[in-house]
């Protein structure tokens, strides 16, 4: 079987409702910060819950603001997964501090707060666990380890807008950074948003993602910034423009629909994988959740060929397939500062060599699904 056009493992969904309101935008004399990024954070908090919200250009520019603003550097450490995207650790090593990899569970991978404990040091200034693939991570174990050791608790929720831990929204409380990467729930083509329900800290970074002036990108009274706003200390140009927060604004509105969309999908993974031993899913998490579905990873559980043949071989049946994530203690940079030795992370390790995360986005039709499954079951037969 080769599709006759190529699936990729994600694409954003947008629709005509987007195109307007982005051409509604470009109509006004408006399209850097302005009303459509107050509409999409105040939309933001509504729907997560979260008392106070800002949004940025990207999740890694919330990272950068939030080291800023806790001070964090030179011989601090922070408590991050390997298995993970690179912008927590890079972060760290760009502001002078130690990433301090943890191992994630075998099946769900996620960190634990048994295995962040035993990582904290005297230098711990925050642990930043990931909500992985739209499951939610432990959330009251992290928050008494948090609380315990008198240190900052800072949840990525990259994947996880709409998922629940025990009946509340990611965001409703603590303080996490979302992502709006063309790939995730909702796209604002690029953007972030971080939240807390701590407000004055929520100002702070305000003015910290537009050069520290003390007041923001766009003033509501004064339909601009005022002339005379002043530096209240050095900041970033971090602020999203409107071209792009309106697009969040309308993906919100679409948000239920399009998690429906991805969690149709994962069922449906989940039936046709009982067929193929070789491909295991993730395991879920034992407490009360709601998924959001982001993502579809499996793991290769076989040695007739490696991760990266399969991976090929889907490409030729024109199957896209994307690889969340390489384990990041053993990328380049890392592994030579650090020098980990290999067995360090076991259960990072061994995902990382296994990992693909099968297609996936809303719209998805039962079609693409069953050539999807048609063609890793031929891969895995040498077909
Ligand atoms: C777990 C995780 N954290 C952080 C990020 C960074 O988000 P952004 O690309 O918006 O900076 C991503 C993006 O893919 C991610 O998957």
Request: aromatic share 10%; glycine share 8%; charged share 25%.
């Amino acid at each position: 079987m080769t599709r006759e056009r190529f699936l990729p493992f994600s694409k954003p969904c947008l629709g005509p409702r987007e195109i307007e309101a982005v051409c509604g935008v470009l109509q006004t004399d408006w399209i850097t910060t302005g009303p459509k990024n107050t509409e999409f954070e105040e939309k933001f908090k509504a729907y997560t819950g979260a008392v106070s919200a800002v949004a940025m250009t990207s999740e890694t520019s919330v990272m950068f603001a939030l080291f800023r603003a806790l001070g964090i550097g030179p011989g601090d450490e922070v408590i991050t997964p390997s298995m993970t995207w690179v912008s927590l650790p890079n972060t760290a090593e760009l502001f002078g501090a130690r990433p301090v990899f943890v191992d994630c569970d075998r099946d769900t991978l996620m960190i634990s707060p048994e295995a962040a404990e035993a990582a904290i040091t005297p230098r711990t200034k925050m642990i930043v666990p990931v909500h992985f693939a739209g499951a939610p991570f432990d959330r009251d174990g992290f928050t008494e380890l948090a609380d315990r050791h008198g240190i900052f608790l800072l949840e990525d929720a990259a994947h996880a807008l709409g998922t629940q831990y025990k009946g509340e929204k990611i965001g409703a409380s603590g303080t996490a950074m979302f992502s709006f990467h063309p790939i995730k729930n909702i796209t604002t083509g690029e953007g972030g948003m971080f939240v807390s329900d701590d407000v004055r800290f929520t100002a702070r970074l305000r003015s910290l993602k537009f050069h520290g002036l003390g007041q923001d990108a766009y003033d509501r009274k004064t339909f601009g910034r005022s002339p005379r706003a002043q530096v209240l200390e050095p900041g970033f140009k971090f602020n999203l423009s409107d071209i792009h927060a309106v697009l969040g604004v309308v993906q919100l509105d679409r948000l239920e629909e399009l998690n429906a969309e991805r969690r149709r999908i994962a069922a449906a993974y989940r039936r046709a994988l009982t067929e193929i031993p070789e491909l295991i899913p993730l395991a879920e998490p034992k407490y009360d959740f709601v998924h959001s579905c982001h993502l579809f990873p499996v793991r290769l559980a076989t040695d007739r060929l490696t991760r990266d043949d399969m991976m090929a071989k889907l490409k030729e049946k024109n199957i896209g397939t994307g690889l969340h994530f390489q384990s990041v203690h053993q990328q380049k940079y890392y592994a030579e500062k650090y020098g980990f030795a290999p067995g360090f992370l076991p259960a990072t390790e061994w995902n990382s060599e296994r990992l693909m995360s099968l297609p996936s986005f809303p719209g998805m039709t039962e079609e693409d699904l069953a050539d999807v499954i048609t063609a890793c079951k031929e891969v895995l037969a040498g077909v």
